[in-house]
């Protein structure tokens, strides 16, 4: 399962979900609006509370997680693209 720790007017989140959208890749959103109580679970996660943030459970023995819009952005490409 991929998920995406976002917010709607990240414009680089925008930039890795139309990326997502480009590769027809399902995804969970998790919304991290400012303020929100659901970043303590992005801080524990990856450290620091930036979007986006990926994570890919689809190999349970090597969950990836990601910062970095380009980061992100290489990887899926790498990972999902034909
Ligand atoms: N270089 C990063 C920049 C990401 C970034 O600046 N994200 C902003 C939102 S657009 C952020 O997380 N700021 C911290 C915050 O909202 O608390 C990338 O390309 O992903």
Redesign the pocket.
């Known amino acids: 399962m991929l998920e995406l720790y976002q917010?709607e007017?990240?414009?680089?989140?925008a930039?890795?979900r139309q990326v997502m959208e480009e590769l027809d890749l399902d995804f969970v959103s998790r919304n991290?609006s400012?303020g929100s109580q659901k970043?303590e679970l992005l801080r524990r996660l990856g450290g620091k509370?930036?979007?986006?943030f990926l994570v890919d459970t689809s190999d349970q023995n090597h969950v990836v997680m990601l910062?970095?819009?380009?980061?992100?952005i290489n990887y899926l490409r790498k990972q999902y693209g034909t």
């Open positions: 917010m007017h990240c414009p680089f989140c930039k890795v991290m400012k970043r509370e930036q979007v986006p910062y970095e819009s380009n980061d992100i």
